[in-house]
């Protein structure tokens, strides 16, 4: 049974099928339409979400397929104290596929020991969230033809950011790539990240506290939020939360065609005025979500022979 807990879980080449497909869903919606018809996707979320929760359910919907699921753990079972193992094992029975979002590292990555379904990570505490990942390079291959040659900026909260996590894996395998990790200090990316992948794999990348500074040599421009639910205190948030906030005169240092992406929530670190900018192509990446999970559901369930 294959499923999905990391971008790579999935070859380079592997992805760039899962575009092509996502390409032609995208050209061609009525030839997808009754893709999925009579299979069901179940949406197990422990943690709150707009984007990935719904963007699912569209996806599934949009293939003829069916969605049930629970949106916080507190309309679950989970307020009654049962395991991530035992749900699943029973939501075998209800549906063809999952994707589960869990504040605990790890918890989709056990609940696939236990799965009679493929297993989709929908976000893992302050780890992982491969299907992000997939919408950010099918976003970066969509404008910018390919992915490759680039000098990455990733903003704000490295340290909590399981976007920047998963997207800093994935971009590793692509050729020519370059990151500036901008951030406060106390906010840089953990060592599993900097030594094990960064490091390890001969990555160029440096490490600084100025976005003015680094933004006239980005490419692409990776903002995130400041991940209030996984701090230890909230005096910690409030000091940290407005440390960068891109506007119009931050815009004006960058390249013509720098893209600025976000996974999205944005609470304060894009102001609104930066929206009607040519280069903001996050909302074009948040609807891009929805192509990219309509072909992952499709490649995961032909591979389980449910398809
Ligand atoms: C991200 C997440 O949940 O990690 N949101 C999303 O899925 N698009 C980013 C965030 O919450 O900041």
């Known amino acids: 049974m294959r499923h999905l807990m990391s971008p790579l879980d999935f070859t380079t080449d592997e ?87 869990h504040p605990k590292e790890g918890a989709p990555l056990v609940a696939t020991s236990h799965s009679g379904i493929p297993v989709i990570n929908a976000g893992d505490g302050g780890h992982q969230h491969p299907t992000q990942t997939l919408t950010d390079l099918y976003t970066i291959r969509s404008l910018r033809g390919e992915i490759g040659g680039l000098t990455i900026g990733l903003c704000g909260d490295l340290k909590f950011g399981r976007t920047v996590h998963s997207l800093i894996n994935a971009l590793v395998r692509y050729p020519d790539i370059r990151f500036i990790l901008i951030s406060p200090p106390e906010l840089v990316v953990p060592s599993y990240i900097r030594d094990d992948v960064l490091t390890a794999r001969g990555i160029p990348f440096t490490e600084v506290k100025s976005l003015e500074d680094a933004m006239p040599e980005l490419d692409i421009l990776y903002m995130t939020r400041v991940q209030r639910e996984r701090f230890f205190n909230e005096e910690d948030y ?64 032909k591979e389980a022979g449910t398809l």
């Open 15 to 101: 992805l760039y099928d899962l575009m092509r497909l996502a390409d032609d869903i995208r050209e061609n919606r009525q030839k997808y339409a009754k893709a999925c018809e009579g299979k069901t996707l179940a949406t197990c979320f422990y943690e709150p979400s707009t984007r990935t929760r719904l963007s699912f359910e569209a996806a599934m919907l949009n293939l003829g397929g069916n969605v049930l699921g629970f949106a916080s753990a507190d309309s679950s079972s989970a307020a009654k104290g049962e395991s991530v193992s035992d749900t699943i094992r029973v939501i075998s029975g209800y549906a063809d596929i999952c994707a589960i979002r």
């Open 238 to 301: 409030i000091r940290m939360k407005d440390f960068y906030i891109l506007d119009k005169s931050k815009m004006e240092l960058a390249r013509e065609n720098m893209l600025v992406l976000h996974p999205l929530p944005r609470v304060n670190e894009i102001s609104v005025e930066v929206d009607e900018d040519p280069r903001a192509a996050y909302f074009t990446q948040a609807h891009n979500g929805v192509f990219i999970r309509m072909a992952l559901i499709l490649t995961l369930l």
